[in-house]
């Protein structure tokens, strides 16, 4: 067999010694899992629980102590809320009355008091994020710092329809406005629109309206108050949509032929900025400031001012120029 032919001596294979770990080092090199580290978080963490467990139960009972001590208004009149003339007085009654219904007799309520501030800007003529602040005055009543949408026209529909608030972007704030508060907001009465409203809060899509409220946003809010009547529903010889409104003057009403929408002149009509200028130069004659203008009536279509009516000149009689038949 090869295991007697070898040439080489049989080595005996060497017998291993056991090998003894030194238990000192083996532990000092893997230390416990749980050391004195661990303890102090499982301590720290089941402080805490305690604490934020007894904070609670103590807010409670705090909340309760003072909503006992020195309760706040709650329910009926425990809101203050001054609205813009163009809000119906059951619109705001309702407003009233749905944020009133949010509220608790507790002073530290604030998540009443941010489900009523919620409440309100869901309404259309706040909208989100209108709300600047809201708070309790001395006497717990709650009170608001509100913007409120600017209205920019008001909306005439045929004879009996409703009148709906518009602010200038078109979004409806507000519908069957009654004619007392109508009357007093001093924005341009629309006429001419062939839709009928959207929804609260949606803008309203007519191209009519769209057109003429594109024509008053060329002009301040100062400006636009002297508008009195703007007409959305007139057309020319080719069927084209063409704009006019009234503006008060001290002396008297101007009737006033704007013409064609903005961006829609197309080269037949001036460019808006140059109808801007002749409106602001008729306003500034003197003619017309001492209402001795002779018409009330003009276009500013071409970029300058005519005449559109102008009547016949009365010639007052001359003396000596009688012929004797």
């Known amino acids: 067999m090869p295991f007697f032919l070898s040439s080489s001596p049989h080595r005996k294979s060497a017998t291993r010694k056991p090998v003894v770990k030194d238990k000192t080092k083996a532990s ?15 301590l720290g963490l089941a402080v ?18 003072l909503t006992a001590l020195a309760p706040v ?49 869901r309404r259309p003529a706040v909208g989100k994020d209108h ?16 913007h409120w949408y600017e209205p920019a026209g008001i909306v005439v529909g045929n004879a009996g329809s409703p009148l709906s608030v518009v602010d200038i972007k078109g979004h409806l704030l507000a519908e069957n406005l009654p004619v007392e508060a109508a009357d007093r907001l001093t924005v341009p009465r629309i006429e001419g629109v062939d839709s009928p409203a959207p929804d609260s809060g949606m803008v309203w899509q007519n191209g009519r309206l769209q057109a003429g409220l594109k024509m008053l946003s060329l002009f301040s ?7 009195t009547n703007l007409r959305v529903g007139e057309l020319d010889s080719k069927k084209r949509l063409k704009l006019s409104f009234l503006l008060k003057t001290p002396q008297n009403t101007l009737d006033i032929t704007w013409g064609l929408p903005v961006g829609e002149e197309a080269g037949i009509d001036a460019p808006a900025e140059s109808k801007q200028k002749a409106l602001y130069g008729l306003c500034r004659d003197k003619r017309v400031q001492n209402g001795q203008a002779g018409s009330s009536h003009f276009s500013i279509c071409s970029g300058r001012v005519t005449v559109t009516d102008l009547p016949p000149p009365t010639l007052p009689p001359q003396a000596g120029n009688s012929r004797k038949p």
């Open 73 to 121: 208004p709650s329910g009926k009149g425990s809101v203050v809320l001054t609205v813009p003339p163009w809000i119906s007085p059951g619109e705001a009654r309702s407003i009233v009355e749905e944020m009133e219904t949010l509220l608790s007799s507790s002073p530290l309520d604030n998540e009443g008091l941010d489900k009523a501030k919620d409440a309100l800007e």
């Open 28 to 42: 000092a090199s893997n230390p416990l899992p749980y050391g004195p580290a661990v303890l102090w978080l499982c």
């Open 48 to 65: 805490g629980a305690m604490l934020g467990t007894g904070w609670i139960f103590a807010r409670k009972a705090l909340r309760n102590q």
């Open 221 to 227: 809010s100062e400006d636009r108050r002297r508008i």
């Open 131 to 146: 709300v600047r602040r809201i708070w309790r005055g001395f006497d717990g009543r709650v009170q608001l710092d509100v």
